[in-house]
């Protein structure tokens, strides 16, 4: 079954930072394009940042230098390093990835950010 399986959220204290891991699992493709969207509570999901293919990476703009979009092909494995994190920054973490001609979600990761 493909699936991406993601990995590495938990409970931090403001002003600490998390890494996590979107990793393709039971595909032979290569993640294509890739992004994490984040859904806090009683919220909409929202864009976070997206990396293509060959390395070149967006992100929302209210997160830029405060987080990174990662990846390693060899490894199949996208990340999102997050620093300096903020209550505000609590909310359900999902990479969303190109396998194929299809396009999969994670399974959610949970971060929360205490103060």
């Known amino acids: 079954q493909v699936q991406l399986v993601q990995s590495g959220g938990g409970l931090v204290q403001a002003g600490g930072s998390l890494r996590l891991s979107c990793a393709a699992s039971g595909s032979t493709f290569s993640i294509g394009a890739a992004g994490w969207y984040r859904q806090a509570p009683g919220k909409q999901r929202e864009w976070v940042a997206t990396?293509?293919?060959?390395?070149?990476?967006n992100y929302a703009d209210s997160l830029k230098g405060q987080f990174t979009i990662s990846r390693d092909n060899a490894k199949n494995t996208v990340y999102l390093q997050m620093n300096r994190l903020t209550p505000e920054d609590t909310a359900v973490y999902y990479c969303h990835a190109e396998l194929g001609n299809r396009a999969y979600w994670g399974q959610g990761t949970q971060v929360t950010v205490s103060s």
């Open positions: 990396i293509s293919s060959g390395g070149s990476t």
